[in-house]
């Protein structure tokens, strides 16, 4: 590792620890030239997943592309956004747990609306609606009676 002070690369590592659910090492470093103390985090590095469309075109998983479309469904709704961060990252490291190269859309879809239905129902209708692509008004009223 550079020091980011000196650029010499040797260092001394002075504190190791688990961050974030231990999917990663938060490390404390030292330059044994300069003393200068810095940190570093290291994490694995997966393999590119691939979503696998409706249409069979595949495009890389992107997270941000998830979080958008959760982030629109609860738009003014009272939801932490600390509670939308969490059920990302729940949906994120199951659906990498689960999954080793590709995962349909169909998948992502189905989990999503599955935890925005026990995070909230208005929530859960709007995603369903662009997800599933309702056509008219009596597509929302079946959906919403389900819910009951």
Sequence with gaps: MRCPQCGCL????????????????RRRRECLKCAHRF??????????LKVVKR???REDFDQ????????????????NPEDIDRLVEDLV????????KE?????IGA????????????????FASVYRKFKDVD???EEIRSLR
Aim: charged fraction near 35%; charge should be neutral.
């Design 64 to 79: 941000d592309k998830l979080r958008r479309g959760i982030q629109n469904a609860c738009y003014k709704r009272p939801i």
């Design 10 to 25: 040797e260092d001394k590592v002075i504190d190791s620890r688990a961050v974030k659910d231990d999917t990663g090492v």
């Design 39 to 48: 940190t570093t985090y290291e994490s694995i590095i997966r393999e590119g």
């Design 139 to 141: 597509e929302f009223i």
């Design 93 to 100: 490291l199951t659906i990498q747990r689960d999954f080793d």
């Design 111 to 126: 989990r999503t609306m599955n935890a925005l239905r026990a995070l909230d129902q208005v929530a859960y209708v709007r």
């Design 55 to 57: 249409n069979s075109v």
């Design 103 to 107: 995962v349909s859309s169909a998948e």
